[in-house]
């Protein structure tokens, strides 16, 4: 019998950064290998993403994850032990058919994602090696990070309409250079805010900076004057994620901070007169999830020049991805693991993407744990970019910090640099 034989699948209910309860799962090998994954789980989640299993009742505000736990040990631990961890396809479609729902809501996605996560890691630990050169060979690629500057949205109480305000460190030769810069960045907007009066100490859910700006545009301007501080004109540019799902209002878009509805061509077209003011080159979820024709409109505008990324929209799944492709919509994708389920089915969307010529973004969630998984996922898959929240908290760091490892102690490692994004982007950088 094989050594990567799945001999022990256990289960826990943890905490996540904003210190909700989410599933925690180890699994053993039967040559002694173990793997242990701590799941994220998101605040603006859309409607065609995987879906977590939550107690209800009165533990934890009903947000428990105990149903999903003993899910693991009664429904997936069955399903998997016994197999060879190192055909993570067989495995993931084990625990995928535990589910007849693609979405995985009876069992849990956040049950699955546990154990298909530390099955891989369990793996990696097996072969004794890093889990970046398991999923992809020995070249590491170092993503080009988008940092976290100043939250609104569902991150931060709705402080702003936009969700996330963030930088691209789009001239910085280094991954360890792109960090230094995001950091410089949020240092100097945070002395911005102050000296306008509105920066506090608040630090939002992905460690960004917390603001009551008078309106959308005064977040991206102190972001665009926090580069200019910084001395980083024209090396770091912006990126937006909008997070429209939480706009939608009727067939419109609305923005509580100032008061306005505005239809989808108004609201593009704002956006649009945003970017060409500010050095915008991403833009995420500008539109809902199922306003497909708004999101043909803004790709038809921007994907020349900038990056049209689709998070709710594509939700990492490979059919969605396949419908915007042929439509023509957007040019790059977010991937986030706990979206799609199982590491298997995040890992085919990454190698879509690539093949129909869409950048990818690999992505934390905005409730996430002190694991580093990710980072690793980011640079065996060669994703490109990676996308974790800001320079500050821990659940953000580790990811950061892993990245760094990486490049300081692989001896082939190379930063993808600016020409991962899509769309030409650089043009907008100004
Ligand atoms: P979420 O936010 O994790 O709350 O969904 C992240 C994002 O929208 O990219
Ligand atoms: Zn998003």
């Not at 999830?289 to 689709?310: F, H, I, K, N």
């Not at 799944?317 to 492709?325: A, P």
């Not at 821990?394 to 993808?416: G, Q, V, Y």
């Amino acid at each position: 019998m094989t050594s990567t034989r799945i001999t022990d699948v256990r289960a826990w209910e943890a905490l996540d950064s904003r210190g909700r309860p989410t599933v925690a799962c180890a699994v053993t090998l039967a040559g002694g290998g173990t793997g242990r994954a701590v799941v994220p789980s998101g605040a603006s989640t859309g409607g065609h993403e995987a879906v977590e299993l939550r107690d209800g009742g009165d533990r934890y505000q009903g947000k428990g994850v105990s149903r999903a736990v003993a899910n693991v040990g009664a429904v997936l631990a069955p399903a998997v032990v016994g197999h060879d961890a190192d055909d993570r396809p067989a495995v993931d479609a084990a625990l995928e058919a535990t589910d007849g729902d693609r979405l995985l809501g009876g069992v849990g996605a956040n049950a699955v994602l546990a154990v298909s996560l530390a099955v891989t890691l369990a793996a990696a630990d097996q072969a004794r090696e890093p889990l970046w050169r398991r999923l992809g060979g020995p070249e590491p690629l170092l993503p080009l990070p988008m940092v976290n500057i100043v939250s609104g949205g569902a991150h931060a109480g709705g402080l702003l309409d936009l969700q996330d305000i963030l930088v691209v460190p789009v001239g910085a030769g280094s991954f360890a250079e792109a960090i230094e810069w995001a950091s410089r960045v949020r240092a100097a907007t945070a002395d911005a805010l102050a000296q306008r009066g509105v920066g506090g100490p608040l630090v939002a859910d992905e460690g960004g900076l917390a603001a009551a700006l008078d309106d959308n545009e005064a977040a991206l301007a102190v972001v665009t004057e926090g580069i200019a501080r910084a001395g980083l004109d024209g090396r770091v540019a912006l990126a937006v994620d909008v997070a429209a799902n939480q706009l939608r209002d009727g067939a419109g878009y609305r923005l509580r901070r100032e008061g306005r509805t505005l239809d989808p061509t108004a609201w593009v077209d704002l956006l649009d007169g945003w970017c060409a003011r500010y050095p915008v080159v991403s833009v995420e979820d500008a539109v809902a999830e199922d306003d497909w024709t708004a999101w043909r409109a803004a790709s038809a505008r921007w994907c020349p020049t900038r990056q049209v990324l689709g998070d709710d929209l594509f939700a990492t799944d490979g059919d969605r991805l396949r419908r915007g492709v042929e439509a023509g919509v957007a040019n790059a994708v977010l991937v986030k693991p706990n979206q799609a389920g199982t590491v298997t089915r995040a890992e085919r969307v990454v190698a879509q993407a690539r093949a129909a010529g869409y950048a990818t973004v690999v992505s934390a969630r905005s409730g996430d744990t002190e694991d580093s998984w990710l980072a690793d996922l980011a640079v065996g898959w060669r994703a490109g970019q990676i996308k974790v929240g800001s320079t500050t908290r821990s659940e953000r760091t580790a990811k950061w910090n892993r990245l760094l490892e990486i490049e300081a102690t692989a001896p082939d490692a190379r930063f993808a640099g600016a020409a991962t994004l899509g769309g030409r982007a650089m043009t907008a950088a100004g």
